[in-house]
């Protein structure tokens, strides 16, 4: 039977939430109300000033609510423990902590994962629900999550193995805004031919330490549009992740990686695939989270 609940994606900036009634998204919402974002209320009154709307309006006062991401960290609700790598995807529905358990209001919050090995200390939360939701829908050996800290993850069939963390994305905002590669740049531009050229001195040379004063360098000099800089870097810091964890995670021949992430981000990193020579494939990743969510509610009994 296709189950009615709300699935929340509570991030540190930001709160999505959908409300499915008999397995169809019937409402969806957004709100700025991250867990950084909290100002002076608790993360419980915030949760009844989100799903309010949706209690009065179905009248559904028992809907069993699902939340994943930092919801679930020291700055959250509560903070839920990880599960250790490796471990099965199907465990993570069996680990959930009850938030609020009585009438009116059913809450779980899904575990985050982490790897604790001397070589690698990782932790993730939120992107476990879309790999889950990925595995049903885009099985693979590898997965990409872009975004500000990008995972990489290494499976073995439904069982997460290791994963690894590239702050990407915040690199590259601290660089352009707050480094010296990007003192005095006026407002930036889109400029396709940048990135790319960017990610073939990334493929070219390995050296990202040196490379990225040479982008101040290149534009003090002239040699770079000075409102190109954050493409060109964006293609340097891009190429320079993918080169790295092609080595990490080696794909077999004629396998593909499969790509979880917003459409424009994900462009960004197929044309670095691309360049790469490794097959791939793509799954949005609201499909996949709302997927992750859904296969977890279907394991629970409630």
């Not at 709160?15 to 957004?30: K, N, P, Q, S, T």
């Not at 423990?81 to 899904?110: D, F, G």
Request: charged share 20%; net charge negative.
């Amino acid at each position: 039977m296709d189950k009615s609940y709300i699935a929340i994606d509570w991030g540190s900036t930001n709160l999505r939430a959908w409300l499915y009634l008999h397995g169809e998204c019937v409402d969806m919402l957004r709100s700025e109300v991250g867990v950084t974002r909290f100002n002076g209320q608790s993360a419980q009154q915030v949760f009844q000033q989100v799903i309010a709307p949706w209690r009065e309006q179905q009248q559904q006062y028992d809907l069993p609510v699902l939340m994943a991401g930092m919801i679930g960290s020291n700055a959250g609700w509560i903070s839920v423990p990880y599960l250790a790598c490796p471990t099965r995807l199907t465990q993570v529905s069996r680990q959930l902590t009850c938030v609020a358990e009585a009438e009116p209001i059913r809450a779980w919050i899904i575990p985050g994962l982490c790897v604790d090995k001397p070589d690698n200390r990782n932790v993730m939360r939120g992107e476990e629900t879309q790999l889950i939701g990925a595995y049903s829908e885009r099985p693979s050996s590898v997965y990409l999550l872009p975004g500000t800290h990008s995972k990489w993850v290494q499976m073995q069939g439904d069982q997460v193995m290791d994963f690894r963390t590239l702050m990407t994305g915040e690199l590259h905002y601290l660089l352009l805004n707050n480094s010296l590669v990007g003192a005095g740049l006026e407002a930036q531009l889109p400029d396709n031919t940048a990135f790319i050229d960017g990610l073939t001195q990334s493929f070219n040379d390995s050296n990202i330490m040196r490379c990225l004063f040479e982008t101040r360098a290149a534009h003090v000099l002239g040699r770079l549009k000075r409102t190109s800089v954050g493409d060109w870097l964006s293609g340097l810091l891009i190429g320079n992740e993918i080169v790295q964890m092609q080595q990490q995670y080696p794909l077999a021949a004629g396998e593909c990686i499969t790509v979880i992430g917003n459409p424009k981000l994900v462009e960004r990193y197929t044309q670095g695939l691309e360049m790469a020579g490794m097959l791939y494939q793509v799954l949005d990743g609201d499909q996949a989270f709302q997927a992750g969510i859904r296969s977890i509610v279907n394991e629970m009994e409630y």
